[in-house]
């Protein structure tokens, strides 16, 4: 596939708003066109060439575009944003909202992303190899519609609020969580691997949450079930099956009202 | 002979008590009685009378030093700053007027600034609970004539907001409530036996941090379904007897502070009072209020959200819209991100709210202080610029904590040529005009609506 290098050479003073870059903004673009797109700082406008340096070639179409970045992003935002198609890898870190609103293609990030990755998103994947901070695949403030389809697989540890207002797609951490996970959720599934502090699927109405360590202060309205056996990811294992929150309001089918189910590896 | 002016606001805590009487000497240029403050309120009307108190914009020096300059030095080094940053923090106004708000905002837009309020550091959590699950309230008088159970959860009113308990929420004797504090049921979750604990006919002794596995025990009570043993530290029964006396209220009223909003979870802790209060409504009228702090910090909330639509964290720097996302664009965030350029610290004391970590961070840049006395902000700042006092010196609308707009007095005379927030945000607005060389149509907008508007306010 056709690749656009973004080589990052100058670091900001404040943080670099990058809304452009995407294989949907550069697609049919020469890397000096792609120099000249608008990125901020703060309320300066400035130019991605004042600070990366772009070579390579892009494709057609954004399916046909490949973006690699290759160094660090610590200090930018909006890698990914919205785009619908093609491919980004970043050698390093990434900043926030790393995929947001995003409806397909896929985004591989080395290193760490900061909070909001994965914010509303519609489709495609998202892997990061590093941690992730606060809201993966949440909503935006004030939005009862979050994360709607799409996979996003955290390798190390994400912070809290993960999949808030989820309606479907799969947020995937495979490591240690810290508190609220698809709280107000109505649909959708998210694997824990390892263990949560707690505030596991709280206000949660529909959707499913595995989770492979330990919880440490389950909610009180969570009731267990069952016991079952399931493959989650590859993995077969015997979980408690528990249904909640029951404090909070459920949709009916046939008469019989419809939980949200809480796995939890026995 | 002294004057003694009635129906005056108190620029103090959020029950903004309008009922106080202050005695003024004949010129009208000293405070000599307050009747009806409590003892923090009536401090703030004989704090103004400070012979320490500065009169002019103090400019730090090269050497470490204050020195006195004028207004207009002041105002251009202001208008300059905020100019050539690439993104300025306009944050505070816990203790201003709306007048002054909207002047500063009209600043905020022009400086393509980042504006924030002290709600960033205090009841910003309750506004995301608000802006997902809606806010089901009242004004502080239903609560006054029709409350019977009135929950505090995580707020200490007998401390933080003194005559709340008298004026609104324990002993007054309102339309339906005739008996007072005899008829009301008062429920306190607090991990600690504070004063208002103390008062309570039940203290809920929550273990810290624990309030989001509480209130869904509460809801999972009242959806009739069982819940464990001990939830948050409390004994089930006790759960289920407050739940039990909510449901049989005439009225409940649940009051929440920074112990419910600031603790883990924050945001949820409120969202999750929202659906339990929502729940409380199928078996009886129930409603939700939280402890605002400052007179007039339920203020910045309603004017920004008429001027941009949204109430704090407003990052103004894209120059078309407004963005808001608090965890980006939120004072502190900001700070410790290294994401802005300049700070402004308007009716508030920063330096001694923050971090020591932000204040460093944004101790890099120019750092410029509103307000009118000294403060730990106005010590470490590169520039002070003192203003009258609001609700004493200088009139104006404030919002109580119900959001409810109450029109404060003046009751004397401000030191000679010390401005308001309002004018010396419009004289710097002005400023920036002048230097941009644009045109400066807010002010030629406010000049309008001035002259059409028939009644002096
Ligand atoms: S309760 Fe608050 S508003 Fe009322 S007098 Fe005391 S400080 Fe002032």
């Known amino acids: 596939m056709p690749t656009i290098t973004l080589k990052p050479y100058k670091t900001p003073e404040l943080m670099l708003e990058c809304y452009n870059i995407t294989p949907d903004v550069f697609a049919g673009k020469k890397p000096e066109e792609i120099a000249e797109l608008e990125i901020r700082e703060g309320k300066t406008r400035v130019k991605l060439g004042d600070f990366f340096e772009a070579s390579g070639s892009s494709g057609m179409t954004a399916a046909e575009t490949d973006i690699h970045i290759a160094g660090d992003c610590t200090r930018v935002k909006y890698i990914g944003n919205k785009m619908t198609a093609g491919s980004i890898t970043v050698d390093g870190n990434a900043d926030m909202y790393v995929g947001g609103w995003m409806k397909g293609g896929k985004i591989h990030v080395k290193g760490n992303v900061h909070s909001f990755c994965g914010i509303a998103m519609e489709g495609g994947e998202i892997l990061v190899d590093g941690n992730a901070e606060n809201y993966v695949g949440c909503a935006y403030r004030g939005d009862w519609r979050g994360m709607r389809g799409g996979t996003i697989r955290i390798k190390g540890n994400a912070g809290n609020d993960i999949g808030t207002f989820m309606l479907g797609g799969t947020i995937i951490i495979e490591n240690n969580a810290f508190i609220h996970v698809s709280t107000h959720a109505e649909g959708g599934t998210v694997i824990i691997k390892g263990d949560v502090q707690g505030r596991v699927g709280g206000q949660m109405v529909k959707g499913d949450i595995y989770v492979f360590g330990n919880i440490q202060y389950m909610l009180p309205g969570f009731k267990q079930v069952d016991k079952v056996e399931k493959e989650v990811d590859g993995e077969k294992a015997t979980f408690l099956h528990y249904i909640g929150d029951l404090g909070e309001r459920h949709p009916k089918s046939k008469g019989k009202e419809i939980y949200a189910n809480l796995y939890v590896k026995a | ?457």
């Open chain 2, 1 to 457: 002979m002294p004057k003694l002016i009635t129906q005056v606001g108190c620029p103090y805590c959020g029950s903004s008590c309008d009922d106080l009487e202050v005695l003024v000497s004949d010129d009208g240029k000293k405070i000599l009685e307050t009747h009806n403050a409590c003892v923090i309120g009536n401090e703030i009307f004989h704090h103004v009378s400070s012979p320490s108190r500065p009169k002019k914009p103090r400019m730090r020096q090269p050497d470490g030093t204050m020195k006195e300059i004028s207004y207009d030095e002041a105002v251009d080094f202001t208008a300059k700053t905020l100019l050539k940053s690439k993104k300025p923090l306009i944050y505070g106004f816990g203790s201003t007027n709306c007048e002054g708000m909207s002047a500063v905002a009209r600043v905020a837009e022009k400086a393509g600034a980042v504006l924030d309020n002290c709600a960033s550091i205090c009841h910003g959590p309750s506004f995301l609970a608000i802006f997902d699950n809606g806010y089901p309230s009242c004004t502080l008088g239903e609560v006054k004539n029709r409350a019977d159970v009135v929950v505090f959860w995580g707020c200490n009113p007998m401390h933080a907001h003194p005559r709340h308990t008298s004026r609104y929420s324990i002993f007054p004797r309102g339309f339906f409530t005739t008996k007072g504090q005899m008829q009301r049921t008062i429920i306190c979750v607090d991990p600690r036996e504070t004063d208002t604990a103390k008062l309570a006919d039940m203290h809920l002794m929550i273990k810290q941090g624990h309030d989001y596995d509480l209130f869904d025990a509460f809801r999972t009570v009242l959806r009739g379904h069982p819940i464990p043993e001990e939830v948050a530290g409390i004994k089930r029964e006790k759960i289920e007897e407050a739940a039990e006396a909510m449901k049989k209220a005439r009225f409940c009223m649940i009051f929440f502070g920074m112990g419910c909003c600031h603790t883990d979870g924050r945001n949820h802790n409120i969202d999750i009072a929202i659906s339990t209060t929502r729940d409380l409504n199928t078996y009886t009228k129930a409603s939700i209020m939280a402890m605002r702090g400052h007179y007039n910090i339920a203020g910045p909330g309603q004017v920004w959200s008429w001027q941009f639509g949204f109430p704090y964290c407003l990052d103004l720097s894209k120059g078309t819209h407004a963005h808001m996302n608090p965890g980006e664009t939120s004072s502190i965030d900001l700070a410790m991100r290294d994401e802005v350029d300049c700070f402004v610290n308007v009716g508030t004391d920063a330096g001694a709210h923050f971090p020591i970590a932000a204040i460093k961070h944004l101790k890099k840049h120019p750092f410029i202080t509103v307000d009118p006395n000294i403060c730990m902000a106005s010590e470490i700042s590169d520039l002070h610029i003192p203003v009258r006092v609001v609700g004493v010196e200088e009139p104006g609308v404030v919002y109580r904590m119900d959001n409810v707009p109450i029109q404060f007095k003046k009751v004397i005379d401000g030191p000679e040529g010390v401005p308001s927030d309002e004018e010396l945000f419009d004289m710097v607005y002005k400023r920036m005009c002048e230097l941009t060389q644009t045109e400066p149509f807010w002010i030629l907008a406010k000049g309008h609506a001035q002259a059409s508007t028939p009644t002096e306010h």
